[in-house]
């Protein structure tokens, strides 16, 4: 079991910055992916940003070069800066993470609660 919570989110204006974290718990192993999404109104949810199991960083097209993710050393804290931002980054922001579990030899994924980013123009 993993639980992510998430904070940082808010309202601010285009071309402001913010800064997402995302803290979990429980269990929290080197190779668990982390990633963040979002999911605007009517839209699907979408990856923004992660870490692959093996520490490779994926970004969504939309965000490459205004957003940047990174992690503690523990690996138990996500972080999503967020530069430039864009009125078409409005949406719910939620924290990702994947945990290989052994037994079904497959990925189980928590979420966090999510956080708005609201960004006006």
């Known amino acids: 079991q993993v639980q992510l919570v998430e904070s940082g989110g808010g309202l601010v204006q285009a071309g402001g910055s913010l800064t997402l974290s995302c803290a979990a718990s429980?269990?929290?192993?080197?190779?668990?992916?982390m990633a963040w999404y979002r999911q605007a109104p009517g839209n699907q949810r979408e990856l923004v940003a992660g870490?692959?199991?093996?520490?490779?960083?994926n970004y969504a097209d939309s965000v490459e070069g205004r957003f940047t993710i990174s992690r503690d050393n523990a690996k138990t804290t996500v972080y999503l800066q967020m530069n430039s931002l864009k009125p078409e980054d409005t949406a719910v922001y939620y924290c990702?993470?994947?945990?290989?579990?052994?037994?079904?030899?497959?990925?189980?994924?928590?979420w966090g609660q999510g956080t708005q980013v609201t960004v006006s123009s």
């Open positions: 990702n993470m994947g945990v290989f579990d052994y037994r079904s030899q497959s990925r189980l994924h928590y």
């Open positions: 429980g269990s929290i192993f080197s190779d668990n992916t």
């Open positions: 870490f692959t199991a093996g520490g490779r960083i």
